[in-house]
């Protein structure tokens, strides 16, 4: 019990002072140089380009005389003198970057062509299925076959089926555009594979 006490009674000191107001000041800054209230702003002349390397010296008559033969050479020699430099210099090999899963648009890279050939060849796994027509009468019907295999709620699927012809669903399997296909003809409506 006069071991708690003694500790009750001993108060523990801030380690930092609670006013610091006077020290935050910047005159205690060694480099602080207080501004004249009465003097003009100083006017900077910008040049016309910010450049933020600063101004370069000219190339030296040795590096011209190189560009010049360098650009003499012929292209198949050009193509050489970056694995040479490379090689020279002990740079490390660049790796090629994966772009497996990239869409490189048209261009594609230069496989492009070959792939899009091995396409046309290979047999076609996905399909489209598009809502061509159905009959007035038959229209819930096809409202609620649609909403079955789209996931999609009254409202949206109704906005869908009145945009006849409108794909329903894309990048299916055979079976399974054949299946919906028949649940639509079923329900009253026209529907096709693309």
């Known amino acids: 019990m006069k071991f708690i006490a003694l500790l009750r009674s001993i108060r523990a000191r801030p380690t930092l002072p609670e006013i ?8 205690f800054q060694p480099d602080f140089v207080p501004r004249d209230p009465n003097a003009k702003p100083k006017r900077y002349k910008y040049p016309p380009f910010y450049d933020p390397y600063g101004p370069k010296p000219p ?24 694995p040479t ?32 050939a091995e396409e ?8 489209d299925v598009k809502l061509e027509k159905f009959d007035a009468a038959s229209k819930i ?40 296909i028949e649940k639509i003809k079923a329900a009253g409506g026209v529907a096709v594979l693309e």
């Open 85 to 116: 430099l490379r090689e020279r210099l002990r740079h490390p090999k660049m790796q090629p970057i994966s772009v497996e899963g990239m869409d490189l648009g048209p261009q594609g890279g230069p496989a492009a062509g070959s792939a899009k």
């Open 59 to 82: 190339p030296s008559d040795k590096i011209i005389k190189l560009a010049e033969q360098i650009a003499a050479l012929a292209p198949e020699e050009r193509i050489q003198i970056g």
């Open 20 to 27: 610091t107001g006077p020290l935050q000041s910047r005159s």
């Open 120 to 127: 046309k060849k290979a047999e076609k796994t996905a399909f």
């Open 141 to 180: 019907k096809v409202i609620k076959e649609v909403r079955t295999f789209t996931n999609l709620g009254l409202k949206e699927a109704k906005d869908l089926v009145e945009k006849v012809p409108v794909l329903l669903k894309q990048g299916v399997t055979k079976e399974e555009a054949n299946d919906i």
